[in-house]
């Protein structure tokens, strides 16, 4: 990238970096008893890297069990066009 400015060239590698993120919403529950929640989400390339992000970001807690599910993956039963689901 030889003459070019280093902030767009910066601007650039964020930008093709972030476009090869996924978000996953993160899942978890501490007891058998308790219903599984929605505990968060995490932008990762891959699923591996999903699990990893999502137990770094989350690990506050002592959860007995944790899951990433793709956002793209997830099914709405209400038309998140007139009430969005997720935040981000």
């Not at 767009?8 to 476009?19: E, R, S, Y």
Request: charged share 25%.
């Amino acid at each position: 990238m030889a003459g070019i400015k280093p902030f767009v060239a910066n601007n650039f590698l964020k930008q093709n970096i972030m476009a090869s993120q996924r978000i996953y919403e993160v899942f978890a529950r501490k007891a058998h008893e308790e219903p599984i929640m929605h505990v968060g989400s995490v932008n990762a390339p891959n699923d591996e890297l999903a699990k990893v992000y999502a137990w770094t970001a989350y690990d506050e807690e002592k959860w007995l069990e944790m899951c990433v599910v793709r956002r793209s993956e997830i099914i709405p039963v209400l038309n998140p066009e007139d009430k969005p689901i997720w935040g981000n």
